[in-house]
């Protein structure tokens, strides 16, 4: 009998031979793709309508402001309710915001609009992504701790990993080229469709009810049981912070509408490939992690993979050259894919059932937010200092912040599972 058991613990495509797992994950595929390709044509957008490089750091200020203020009584909704219907209604929504985008991209609005007031329609559309993020981001956590058996957990966050990053590389990459050939309109229809088709894949999950300890509880009571249950989870709280300063200071993404058109000059196609490069780095760790999952020290190795992550993105800011750029964030994605794939593994892991939707949520304020805050800091840095200086900035202080926790958050350097 041990040999079937081993086959199975040995299998990297497990967790995907679960049907409701393979329906949550292509859904994810699609709809994260679009998303992606949304949000580097908004950031490529805005910076053509303005030509000014803090304008990019407000797109992160706009979503995060509703994302942070709504996640945690996001988590308690989600604890309460049928999560694959909400999950449902926000990509819904998501939806509806993508049409607006279009219409904002025609030329009846660039004929009644001028571009000042086309790039406050655009930031006020994000705001209400921030808004539907707050509920659908942890819903694919939860629904993912909710379907798949603890013991095959680190299995499927690795290839939830995987499968979020692939849609991300999609996104980023073909929309510099659709962007390039069929212009903001077509790139906004891609998206709608894939949204749509994402939201299918979805629509084909069982329902899923809250679990019974939480449905008869308070709001607050519920926010604060989730808020207590991560501040005293060291090895928890620690790999959330280590995260959110790294990408809150570490994050050059923001500033590569610029890079591309000003400082590489490689026109909108380049500009996709280099808002790709992270993630494909990020994608190919994924790979040789889902067949070679790290077994020891854990802890450190995540340590040494944030420091490092900051060392690329100095080398990225002094660059001039589009291959020794693109090889700095496919390095630094490397690094922080292997991040994720460790924080990720630690949440669902630590995380009871009844508590998932409130542990994700905090997980989002910590992770996600971090990105659109990195994007603001990244903003306001680039008007203080300069692009170029304000990226060497961040990645110093995403080292210092490494050096710190090394010493600071002994348990987390020590941390296995």
């Known amino acids: 009998m041990e040999a079937p058991k081993k086959r199975i613990k040995n299998d990297p495509f497990i967790s995907l031979r679960i049907s409701e797992f393979r329906n949550l994950m292509v859904g994810r595929f699609l709809f994260i793709m679009g998303l992606r390709m949304m949000g580097t044509l908004v950031g490529w957008w805005i910076y053509e309508l303005t030509n000014e ?48 985008l279009l219409f904002l991209s025609t030329s009846i ?18 705001f209400c992504t921030g808004i539907i993020r707050s509920f659908t981001g942890p819903s694919f956590g939860t629904l993912v701790g909710t379907i798949i058996p603890k013991e095959l957990l680190q299995n499927a966050t690795t290839w939830s990993q995987g499968i979020w990053l692939t849609a991300s590389i999609l996104g980023h990459a073909t929309v510099g080229f659709i962007i390039a050939g069929f212009g903001h309109t ?17 629509s084909k999950i069982k329902a899923q009810p809250p679990h019974e300890n939480v449905v008869d509880q308070k709001t607050m009571e519920s926010v604060k049981e989730g808020l207590r249950f991560v501040f005293r989870s060291k090895e928890l709280l620690g790999a959330l912070s280590l995260d959110l300063f790294a990408v809150l200071f570490g994050g050059a993404v923001a ?56 060392v690329c993105i100095i080398l990225f800011a002094f660059s001039k050259i589009f291959w020794l750029s693109f090889a700095a964030l496919v390095m630094s994605g490397i690094l922080d894919g292997f991040s994720m794939i460790v924080r990720g593994t630690i949440v669902q892991l630590k995380t009871p059932d009844h508590m998932r939707g409130r542990v994700m949520s905090v997980n989002s304020m910590f992770i996600n937010s ?23 900035f961040g990645g110093s202080m995403t080292i210092l912040v490494v050096v710190t926790t090394w010493f600071k958050a002994p348990s987390l350097r020590k941390m296995e599972y």
């Not at 995060?64 to 926000?90: F, Q, W």
């Not at 790139?187 to 939201?199: C, F, H, P, Q, T």
């Not at 008007?383 to 990226?391: E, N």
């Open 255 to 310: 500033m590569i509408p610029v890079f591309a058109k000003d400082i590489l000059k490689v026109g909108p196609i380049g500009f996709g490939w280099l808002n790709a490069a992270a993630d494909i780095g990020a994608m190919l760790i994924i790979i040789l992690v889902t067949f070679i999952p790290a077994r020891k020290n854990q802890g450190k190795k995540l340590l040494l993979a944030v420091g490092g992550f900051g």
């Open 53 to 100: 490089p803090f304008a990019i750091g407000l797109i992160g200020l706009a979503e995060v402001i509703p994302a942070v203020s709504l996640a945690l009584y996001a988590g308690h909704v989600i604890d309460i309710s049928e999560k694959r219907k909400l999950l449902l209604r926000g990509v819904s929504l998501y939806w509806i915001c993508a049409i607006a």
């Open 370 to 392: 971090s990105n659109e805050l990195g994007q603001f800091e990244s903003g306001v840095a680039a008007k203080a200092l300069g692009v170029i200086p304000s990226v060497i």
């Open 186 to 202: 077509g790139s906004l229809i891609v998206v709608i469709s894939l949204v749509s088709i994402g939201y299918h894949f979805i």
């Open 109 to 126: 609005s660039s004929s009644k609009f001028n571009n000042l007031q086309i790039a406050i329609g655009i930031y006020f559309i994000i």
